[in-house]
């Protein structure tokens, strides 16, 4: 397998990912005020996977590096940057359902409160339906699908990561493009049969994730260019994401190899 040093990481500041963040902020606000030109706004959830497999990988290679890197210390600032407003999430919905559901509404809101604070309601909402038919009004945790998606990310990708950085971290990014590659081949062989699976579990996801964190690599390309050739690769970059988002609809195959668009756009 061809050696893809990983060169010395930098933590600096990147303010063009806030940019990034707030774009996939808006189309997913758009896609749920229902605008007819923005269809497919919902592949915000897309890029948001893409940035936090970046940083997150980037955070543990960054420190593993510098010899900083434990496990304990790791989990524990992912503890305390998530839960307090998932848990005060969770409070303020319940007791608001209390007053405003009926009695079998209620209970169901009572079991996704308990999946979704184990990081687990994308387990549930699959087990109900796909997301694209789920009533959502009387589901105000839906969106906390994507939540559990990261948070079960950041519980097994760093032992994963941790134990290839040691035995073969000069071979990294070829071991990442294979998981790439096959978490995609899972999507187009499982879509036709169970697409709420592809859509809502992590296995069909992780190409997403691993996208963003192959970007490592590629930061050293972008170091060593003009900064002409990368304006106009956020250009194309943006416009991939945007014309994702007016082209795309629910009925789109994804995920999958299309979701490569706006991907590839977070990416650049």
């Known amino acids: 397998m061809t050696k893809y040093i990983l060169h010395p990481i930098s933590k600096e500041y990147r303010p063009e990912l806030n940019g990034l963040r707030a774009l996939a902020v808006i189309l997913v606000l758009f896609y749920h005020l229902d605008f007819e030109w923005m269809k497919g706004g919902f592949l915000g959830v897309d890029v948001f996977l893409v940035i936090s497999g970046y940083f997150i990988s980037k955070n543990i290679l960054f420190s593993l590096q510098k010899g900083t890197f434990t496990f304990y210390g790791f989990y524990t600032k992912r503890i305390r940057r998530l839960f307090p407003a998932l ?158 988002a007016v082209e795309f609809n629910s009925f789109t195959s994804m995920p999958g190899w299309l979701s490569l668009v706006p991907c590839v756009g977070a990416m650049f």
């Open 87 to 244: 848990i005060c999430t969770l409070i303020i919905v319940v007791v608001a359902g209390y007053f405003m559901f009926t009695p079998f509404n209620y209970e169901r809101l009572g079991i996704s409160t308990i999946f979704s604070s184990l990081s687990l309601s994308n387990f549930f909402f699959w087990s109900e339906s796909g997301y694209f038919n789920l009533d959502g009004p009387s589901k105000p945790l839906l969106h906390m699908w994507s939540l559990s998606l990261e948070e079960q990310f950041y519980l097994f990708w760093p032992l994963v990561l941790v134990t290839l950085y040691k035995y073969i971290k000069n071979h990294l990014l070829g071991i990442i493009v294979i998981l790439i590659l096959a978490s995609l081949l899972l999507c187009e062989f499982h879509f036709s049969t169970d697409p709420e699976a592809v859509f809502f579990l992590i296995p069909f996801r992780m190409f997403e994730f691993l996208l963003g964190a192959s970007c490592i690599w590629l930061e050293r390309f972008a170091l060593k260019n003009n900064k002409y050739l990368l304006e106009l690769l956020f250009l194309i970059g943006l416009s991939l994401i945007v014309i994702s």
